[in-house]
């Protein structure tokens, strides 16, 4: 590669993170290309709304086009910045780039989580860089610390709430006790959340995250629709008050565990990757963790604990991280040093296989609706016995009615498959009304 004094930028999709990368450019100009050792030339930017206003911008005086050609087939572009979020066009549009030489930056996480392995090949062949920290945890710099940073580490775990929506949802909830469709239509009010608000609450935006994630901290590729999914929806202001007065917190939590075979009670070595509302205790670093924040929780060999923590999203926060990246290449770019295949994600010599969801172990927190009447509780214990259930803490409240009241029960530590089979059974119990709530509980006792 050969040294230039100007790198070329195109931007793909003039949105509200792509507005902030212009902003940032227009503000930090001189502090940007002093970083970089060369001048930074927007050379075009394709949307396909022209006229929209962007606040804080002149489009007048930015070098706009409706059609992304234009950037892509263009020889002087050097990198191109996809922002147009979505599966399709964004696919094709950094295929284009990366077949026509060009580095690609990108935010694009579900497109990584649906065709990651494909676009990092294609990369890879064609001697290029596909950077993407802005994917993760919008402005906190967790990507390149999970790559460089922690180089000389195993990755032992990773706990992250990495959805803003659901973090700003549970902790209003947790806050104020209100119940989950009241906040998340104000959320939606206040523009935290998507007037569709599906892909975060039923934790899929979550799952894209942790797809990434685990591709570089475990160098394994595990198909998003396997990794286990739940969202926040059924969560209630009764359980969170349950969790409350037992010493824990409810948080969406995308969890990634390599497990020794040698584990007494682990069925074989891989990784436990899945994403679901969980309990922690209180004292947790992550409990803490509110309102639209991330926070990720990693344990490596070498380093221990680490914890990080910011702003998951938000204009100049993840346009801050697509400049983190676009200035690395810029750099490289003005010194004429090659992309290294080894920059890109990849399987590592021994992969971790995938462990089945059922044979994971943790432990759990029920909330069962019975009859008040003498033996229910006994029948319930008796019945979590028989699947190697035991149990830790119960609370009984309101009794004396002839309403259902909740027992609520929490474990030590079980197998997933055993506790589904208990539920099964408890369920069925005459004297049980409607569905067990379960939720997973992580970090020990409260």
Known sequence: MTSVGEVRIGLLGLGTVGAGVVKILTAQRAMLEERAGCRLALAAIADTDLTRPREGLDLAALPMTGDAGR???????????????????????????????????????????????????????????LAFEAAVAGGIPLIRAVK??????????LAG?????????????????????????????????????????????SAHKLQILVSLAFRTFIDLKDIHTEGITRVTAADIAYAREL???????????????????????????????????????????????????????AVGDLMFYGRGAGQLPTASAVWSDALEIARRIAHGIPALALDLPSVGPAPLPLRPMETIRCCYYLRVMAQDKPGVLSRVAGILGENDISIANV????????????????????????????????????????????????????
């Open 71 to 129: 950037v892509l087939g263009d020889p002087g572009v050097h990198v191109v910045i996809e922002l147009v979020g979505g599966l399709e066009p964004a696919r094709t549009f950094i295929l284009r780039a990366l077949a026509a030489g060009k580095h690609v930056v990108t935010a694009n996480k579900a497109l990584l989580a649906h065709h990651g392995a494909e676009l990092y090949e294609e990369a890879r062949r064609r001697g290029v860089t």
């Open 148 to 157: 460089e940073g922690l180089a000389a580490n195993r990755v032992l775990s």
């Open 161 to 205: 709430i990495v959805n803003g929506t659901c973090n700003y949802i549970l902790s209003k909830m947790t806050d104020e006790g209100i119940d989950f469709s009241l906040v998340l239509k104000e959320a939606q009010a206040q523009g935290y959340a998507e007037a569709d608000p599906t892909l975060d609450i039923e934790g899929m935006d």
């Open 247 to 301: 010493g824990y917190r409810i948080k969406l939590l995308a969890i990634a565990k390599a497990v020794d075979g040698g584990v007494q009670g682990a069925e074989s070595a891989g990784v436990e990757v899945r994403v679901h509302p969980t309990m922690i205790p209180a004292t947790s670093p992550l409990a803490a963790v509110s309102g639209v924040f991330n926070g990720v929780f990693l344990t490596g060999d």
């Open 395 to 446: 609370i009984q409240k309101g009794r004396g009615t002839r309403e259902a009241i909740p027992v609520v029960i929490v474990t030590h530590e079980a197998r997933e498959r055993d506790m589904r089979a208990a539920l099964t059974k408890i369920d069925r119990l005459r004297d049980v009304a409607g569905a067990t709530t379960m939720i997973r509980v992580e970090g020990g006792p409260a």
